[in-house]
């Protein structure tokens, strides 16, 4: 073990915080407020007809629930006002509340349509006004909400309004990463409205939901779909070398039911991989409504080699998962990418280094991130968001990282260790990792959830780990990741940043789920001179050596019996230097031969 990288990794604070540099990514310089990610955010089940309301709003801030009576400014919607993209940069306290406004003007309204307003996430806590009207209150910073705000639209001008309230890690809430008081792997508290915000004008009987489980044993697709109302629909479904199509009559739905179930055969699929991800196209034509959506033909499981290794499995065969821990932060505006392109990069970078797989830790991304995925063929390791009080540090960190063995012997049903000790926050916890894996059901990309990360907020890991099971049979589940092993789950889950990499092969998988850390500073690329990582290099060369030596080491251990390893991580974070690339993604820190070295690999 290396004892001065880990003591040197854990420090509670810093003395003193240096002022942040602006750094800027290239997606944000120049901005035009007026095409502000402007795609449509839900690939999964789109329409043609819908209006984008990201741009300028208005906002306040107020000590008290009372709605203001004059603004305090603009502001730049979907960025959270903690950023410099939002244009306000001032943080919403404990127990304060943030105010938006935004005026819409509907030239007409059409007839025997419905109005639909959706809200991609805005965190944490938020209620919602429509002339006036109160829609509805939401909880959950990482999930999306809708309205039916038809009955209370008008022709001309309409007022749009949000109060939010969001404690951070003063609160219980899930919050991954945010932190009141940043430093070392945590990072800067955001709030309010962090994705896109749109309409959808749809008919009186539209496609309400759709979940689509690819059947790969079977080759076929199971389809269920929720309408508004029961009527006849079209299935229309693009394989690589023919289209299919699938009638539903109106009498196929129970009574009372507006959920219909059709399992669809695909003769001579085509398998998805990160080497050949090939996505089938659907159509769904019911009454005036038509919407699109994917899947992709992939199986994710658990079984063994030739030799009874216990592997995990794509598509039937073992398959070694190499990732990059991805934690989805922006320089210039935190959670929120700052354009389409600049998620497709990271996507694209790392699988120009030899990664087939992400690791997205502690934070959901919007769909279209998802959809990018599935596209150009990455495996996406899903965490569940985490919560509860603030963790305590010696034991959720120090401890495992000096007696790693000694966490396989504590119950995590001792709430008090886990800061879970509140009954009411642990049920909330449970209804958002209910939501999540309803939200992300579609996503072809996503192989695995992990809802524990390192002990924090972990509780009833057992328990929890089969109530994602009957939620998604299909996907495996590291029920602890890193450490406080509870010995259920589909994986054996391990961190190691300090001491030697080796494989334990057991009863499951063997997963090395965070390795690496090494950190970089590279000059006018950073957040402030302070550093934080596991191992410091000086320069490239340095870094790169490091590197090559643990991707060789992760192919040695895959013949004893390893099964996925996520290196740390994708970027830079703040004050955190030890990503592959620097925060404002301009400079991959492996020297140009290293980069040549490892695709060789």
């Known amino acids: 073990m290396r004892i001065l990288d880990a003591l040197s990794s854990i420090k509670t604070h810093k003395s003193e915080v240096p002022p942040s540099r602006k750094l800027r990514t290239i997606w944000s310089d120049p901005l035009d407020p007026n095409r502000i990610l402007t795609e449509y955010p839900r ?59 935004r005026h819409i003007v509907l030239d007409e309204l059409p007839e025997r349509k419905r109005l639909i307003l959706h809200f991609g996430a805005v965190d944490y806590s938020c209620g919602v006004w429509w002339n006036g009207a109160f829609l509805g209150s939401h909880q959950g910073g990482y999930l999306p909400f809708t309205f039916d705000v038809t009955d209370f639209v008008r022709s001309g001008r309409n007022t749009l309004c949000l109060r939010v309230q969001d404690d951070s890690d003063e609160g219980l809430q899930p919050r991954g990463k945010q932190t009141l008081s940043p430093s070392g792997m945590f990072y800067p508290a955001q709030s309010g409205i962090w994705q896109t915000v749109w309409m959808e004008w749809v008919p009186e009987g539209y496609v309400e939901s759709l979940r689509i489980t690819p059947l790969f044993d079977r080759e076929t697709v199971r389809m269920e779909i929720t309408l508004t109302r029961p009527q006849p629909i079209e299935i229309w479904i693009q394989g690589e070398l023919h289209a299919l199509c699938c009638r539903v009559r109106a009498s196929e739905f129970s009574d009372g039911d507006h959920r219909v179930t059709k399992e669809i055969a695909l003769p001579g699929l085509t398998p998805w991989s990160p080497e050949r991800p090939f996505l089938y196209r659907v159509r769904i034509y019911t009454g005036e409504d038509a919407v699109s959506s994917y899947f992709a033909m992939r199986k994710f499981s658990v079984g063994t080699d030739e030799a009874g290794v216990p592997r995990l499995l794509l598509n039937n065969r073992p398959y070694f998962f190499n990732g990059v821990l991805d934690q989805g932060y922006w320089p210039e505006s935190l959670y929120t990418p700052p354009s389409d392109a600049a998620m497709i990069f990271d996507i694209q970078q790392m699988k120009a280094l030899g990664f087939n797989m992400l690791r997205k830790h502690l934070k959901i991304e919007p769909l279209r991130w998802y959809y990018h995925c599935d596209r150009l063929g990455m495996v996406v390791w899903q965490d569940l968001v985490n919560g509860g009080g603030k963790p305590v540090m010696p034991f959720v960190c120090y401890l495992p990282t000096a007696l790693p063995a000694i966490t396989r012997r504590v119950s995590d ?60 049979g299909t996907r495996p589940i590291d029920h602890a990741s890193g450490w406080y092993d509870q010995g259920g789950g589909d994986v054996q889950s391990v961190h190691n940043y300090f001491r030697p990499l080796s494989v334990r092969v057991g009863r499951r998988p063997a997963v090395l789920s965070e390795y690496g850390g090494s950190s970089l500073l590279i000059s006018g690329h950073t957040c402030s001179d302070q550093s934080y990582g596991y191992r410091a290099c000086k320069t490239p060369e340095a870094f790169t050596k490091i590197f090559l030596a643990q991707q060789q080491k992760i192919r040695q251990l895959e013949a004893q019996g390893l099964c996925a390893a996520v290196y740390t991580q994708v970027s830079d974070i703040e004050d955190e230097c030890n990503g592959l690339f620097t925060y404002d993604r301009k400079v991959c820190k492996l020297t140009r031969e290293g980069q040549i070295a490892l695709c060789r690999q």
């Open 43 to 101: 690939p999964q089940l789109e329409r043609r007809n819908w209006i984008c309301l990201n741009g300028i709003w208005e906002y306040a801030f107020t000590s008290h629930k009372s709605r203001p009576l004059t603004p305090d400014g603009q502001i730049l919607v979907p960025f959270s006002p903690e950023t410099r993209l939002s244009g306000v940069e001032k943080r919403l306290e404990p127990g304060k509340y943030l105010w938006y406004f």
């Open 413 to 472: 049903r001792h709430y008090r260790l886990f800061s879970r000790s509140d009954k009411r926050a642990r049920r909330q916890w449970e209804r958002e990792c209910a939501e999540t894996i309803e939200h992300l059901y579609n996503c072809p990309c996503i192989g695995l959830w992990t809802p524990f990360n390192e002990g924090w907020g972990q509780f009833d890991a057992l328990r929890i780990t089969e109530k994602i099971r009957r939620l998604d």
